[in-house]
């Protein structure tokens, strides 16, 4: 494992040399359906059935021959049909069946015409259209085919995904366990949050925002609290991390100044590299790995965690546990007031988006610094100012990205 830790690290760069060293690590296990929210598919899906399984009406109308239709004379109703009660009567020539929405449709029907295109007189329906050839009838398959993968591998379940699985009779999916990630907070000033403050000491906040994102990911989280500023201490964490979990998440220890006694001791445990990345929130970033698990060190700025936590160990996270991950949607918008910017980060601005009378607009949140939390919490989205850009002008078009679900 090699490491460039000289100048600035372009985010870009940063996160493509991570994902190229990390692989799947989570075996695959059977979970029933209901169990199996929020968890990774381990192999694809493939549908035992036809959705729809027959073929059936897409209206409330009449099922109909074309040829009974020919001579433009009523038809007599020969019986009905209903979801879940199909038609299994006689169809003589010159009759028609009452149907209902979703209900199979007869044997020999051509169409489906609607109940508004018709008049009914007792038994006789007068048709007041012509139907084509296979309207309103939703053929067998046509949603999803026999065998047709509906899930691919690495999808995580969602809601959306849980009554698509339970229409096709799913019972029992096979998913990757959940990926297991311990975190510690590193810092003597750091105290739990319910307690006293002395002078000159802080509540450790970044340890329930990392917590709250990987709930988000479905992660198993071993929580190690705070560690103080002790060697034996650092270790012994270091040291359980690795044998309990399949990555360790530290926030703090990683600035200049701070890494020197980190970096000894991680460097006795594994190989961990330190950069200094091109972005703001967030320039001092650790990734490398212990003699078991992966090593993620976020700076100890409550911002700078979130924003390196959300664009990069989360697609790394993601690797690891076998989830398909897609890079975040970004828009263009219209700066609705000035935005300081000095060339030479990428930076992450947090922004409020709106739709404004000329389309998308977007307004910082205020200050920028990354010890001011209030900015993110205040925020739906990230302003992106390209690397090499300065200040932006009221009325220029800017980049948004929308928070995803780790921050919403």
């Known amino acids: 494992m090699g490491f460039d830790t000289s100048g600035l690290l372009p985010l870009s760069d940063a996160l493509q040399g991570m994902l190229e060293q990390l692989a799947c690590c989570c075996d695959s296990e059977q979970q029933p359906l209901p169990e199996a929210l929020g968890r990774v598919l381990a192999s694809d899906i493939a549908s035992p059935l036809a959705v729809p399984p027959f073929d059936n009406s897409a209206m409330d109308g009449y099922a109909v021959r074309l040829a009974d239709l020919a001579s433009g004379t009523p038809l007599i109703m020969a019986g009905k049909a209903f979801a879940g009660q199909p038609y299994q009567g006689e169809w003589p020539a010159g009759h028609c069946v009452r149907i209902m929405t979703g209900a199979p449709v007869p044997a020999g029907t051509d169409a489906v015409v609607m109940q508004e295109e018709t008049q009914a007189d007792g038994d006789r329906i007068t048709f007041l259209a012509q139907p084509e050839p296979g309207q309103n009838i ?55 949050v319910g307690t006293p403050l002395a002078h000159g000491d802080i509540y450790d906040s970044n340890r329930y925002g990392v917590r709250a994102m990987l709930a988000r990911m479905g992660c198993d989280c071993l929580d190690l609290g705070i560690i ?57 970033f650790a990734f490398g790995r212990l003699p078991r698990a992966w090593f993620f060190g976020l700076p100890g700025n409550p911002v700078s965690a979130m924003v390196t936590f959300d664009q990069l160990v989360q697609p790394a996270l993601a690797k690891l546990a076998g989830q398909r991950f897609e890079r975040p949607l970004q828009l263009q918008a219209i700066a609705a007031e000035p935005l300081k910017k000095s060339p030479g980060r990428l930076d992450f601005q ?59």
């Open 228 to 284: 103080p500023d002790d060697p034996a201490q650092l270790r012994a964490a270091f040291i359980r991390a690795d044998e309990e979990a399949d990555v360790l998440i530290t926030t703090g220890g990683v600035s200049v100044g701070e890494a020197d006694f980190t970096k000894q001791l991680l460097d006795e445990l594994g190989e961990i590299g330190f950069w200094k990345l091109a972005i703001k929130p967030g320039k001092p």
């Open 138 to 192: 939703r053929r067998a398959g046509s949603d999803i085919g026999k065998g047709a993968c509906v899930l691919p591998a690495g999808t995580r379940l969602t809601p959306r995904e849980m009554p698509l699985l339970a229409s096709l009779g799913v019972a029992t999916v096979t998913v990757r366990r959940p990926l297991k990630v311990a975190i510690f907070s590193t810092g003597d000033e750091l105290k739990p």
């Open 350 to 408: 947090r922004g409020v988006m709106s739709q404004g009378p000329n389309g998308l607009e977007v307004r910082s949140t205020g200050s920028q610094d990354s010890a001011v939390f209030s900015s993110l919490s205040r925020a739906n989205c990230y302003i992106v100012l390209e690397r090499e850009r300065g200040r932006v002008a009221a009325g220029e078009t800017v980049t948004v990205e929308p928070f995803g679900g780790l921050l919403l």
